[in-house]
C-alpha cells in the first residue's frame, strides 16, 4: 500500500505552503522581507501579541 502523507512529502508540502503564504503576504501589503524571512514574521507577531518586549 503507498502512503502519500511521509514525512518527506509532508516536509515538501509544509515547505510549499509557506512559500505560498509568504508571496500572498507581500503582495497583500506585507513589506518584501516579511515574505521571505519568516523569523521577522514570527518576532513581529510575538511582539504584536505581547509575548516579549524590545529592551
Do not use: E
Amino acid at each position: 500500500m503507498l502512503r502519500f502523507f511521509t514525512p518527506k512529502t509532508l516536509i515538501i508540502l509544509a515547505g510549499l505552503v509557506m512559500g505560498i503564504l509568504a508571496a500572498l503576504l507581500v503582495n497583500w501589503g506585507n513589506p518584501p522581507n516579511m515574505g521571505i524571512c519568516v523569523a521577522r514574521f514570527m518576532r513581529d507577531i510575538d511582539g504584536a501579541l505581547g509575548l516579549h518586549r524590545a529592551g
